[in-house]
């Protein structure tokens, strides 16, 4: 017993411990988020955009891309600056192209992409997207470093102080990069519900403190990059990376580009609500980040990442991959000990009791649940748009939440091993669209 008790120990107030770190800087970061505010407030000095190009890459969305686009083209940014929306569909062979036809805008771009070059990746279709947007700029002698480059995905749609807020960032010259808070907005469901506290709470703390650390990384919605930044990484600025974003951040990190976090302005998605879909979604993320561990003697060897931000990287592209075969192993000693404890398989092993045992899946329980229920608690007083047993619901679907993440991982090892790469694109709920 002792054996699995110092295990997990290690695994389950440790990982405690660190959410109860997060929640402690989230908390100071929203006392002190007016004083930022007033702190990062620089008058405009001639660094910040004057052109603000959104990217929806769009493969067969047609259920969601109306509504994304509309909401795209509504958004503004300070005064004298000027929206235009990319469309980059990848081959759609469903209703998306009838439906952005049916989009009469001056600011709306739609740039089709068909086979060969079709569906080979997100990442892909951004890359067209990033030269054509290139070209334009150079072609109208628009200078690249006033020129911001955002990405929506085909689901999200931006709130409405989210360009004056990537604005506000990028006035210090050297911010390449600026990434925003992500909410889930169909949480009627439980699952939709738990994913809005991972993003909402739990990724948004992480992100504050990687702001703090000099190390944000980058997701799918919701990044904004300066197009000389992007321009500095070649003709194709993402990857083939099944995590293009994640790769990218880490691209601009080496390139001794400073990425910035925002909790002020958010861009919502849809949650997956289907388990199958969402353990899909997330096997192609942990096989992602997997991918990117390739990076890890580049980011020791660099000079351009300090020590501390360093250990932080590492401990963001290498904890999931210790905790998976960690939690293994506690879990191959447990059921060892287990099937000791029956009568007629020997003797008992480390643990020599169903009580013993009772305590055991007690702690386990305990510390697994904990965590869930704090973050609802900073969910609700930070955001305030969400009832209390709904939050409660999430709170206690969080442990098995963090299972099917586990299941994913593993999942993601074995396609790794296998060399399956294939791109899965993540599917959508219908959704009416808005008036552009």
Request: charged share 20%; glycine share 10%; net charge positive.
């Amino acid at each position: 017993m002792t054996a699995i008790l110092l295990v997990g120990f290690a695994l389950l107030t440790l990982w405690p411990a660190y959410n109860l770190a997060l929640v402690a800087f989230s908390t100071g970061d929203a006392v002190t988020a007016g004083r930022r505010r007033r702190r990062d407030a620089i008058a405009p000095n001639g660094n910040e955009p004057l052109t603000f190009w959104i990217v929806v890459p769009a493969l067969n969305e047609e259920r969601v891309v109306g509504r994304t686009v509309g909401a795209a083209l509504a958004l503004s940014g300070p005064e004298g600056t000027r929206t235009r929306v990319l469309v980059v569909d990848d081959g759609s062979d469903d209703g998306t192209p009838d439906v952005l036809a049916a989009i009469d805008h001056p600011g709306l771009t739609v740039l089709r992409r068909d086979f060969p070059n079709a569906r080979k990746g997100k990442g892909e279709a951004l890359n067209a997207a990033f030269r054509a947007i290139r070209d334009l700029t150079l072609l109208h002698g628009e200078d690249p470093s006033r020129v911001a480059v955002g990405v929506i995905d085909g689901d999200g749609r931006g709130s409405a102080n989210l360009l004056p807020e990537i604005s506000r960032l990028m006035r210090d010259p050297e911010v390449g990069a600026v990434q925003v808070r992500v909410r889930i907005h169909n949480r009627n469901k439980v699952l939709g519900a738990v994913q809005d506290l991972e993003f909402a709470a739990i990724a948004n703390a992480s992100q504050l403190l990687r702001d703090t650390a000099g190390t944000v990384g980058l997701g799918g919605n919701g990044q904004f990059a300066r197009l000389s930044s992007l321009m500095r990484l070649g003709n194709a600025p993402w990857s083939h990376c099944l995590v293009e974003d994640l790769e990218l951040g880490l691209r601009m990190h080496l390139n001794g580009e400073r990425i910035r976090y925002t909790s002020l302005a958010h861009v919502k998605q849809q949650g997956l609500v289907d388990v199958k879909r969402l353990v899909r979604q997330r096997t192609r993320w942990a096989q992602g980040n997997l991918q990117c561990v390739s990076y890890v003697p580049r980011l020791i060897a660099s000079r351009k990442i300090r020590n501390h931000a360093l250990l932080e990287m590492l401990y963001y592209l290498l904890a999931p991959w210790m905790n998976a075969f960690g939690t293994a192993a506690v879990f191959g000693l447990w059921g060892y000990a287990m099937w000791h404890l029956i009568p007629g398989h020997g003797d008992t092993f480390l643990i020599h009791s169903w009580g013993q045992m009772g305590e055991v899946a007690l702690f386990w329980v305990v510390g697994m649940t904990v965590p869930g229920l704090v973050w609802a608690l900073v969910h609700r007083a930070q955001l305030r748009d969400e009832t209390t047993p709904t939050l409660l619901r999430a709170a206690l679907a969080y442990p098995f939440f963090l299972l099917l993440g586990l299941v994913a991982t593993w999942r993601a090892i074995g396609r790794q091993v296998a060399r399956r790469n294939a791109w899965a694109k993540t599917e959508r709920l219908a959704e009416e669209p808005v008036a552009a």
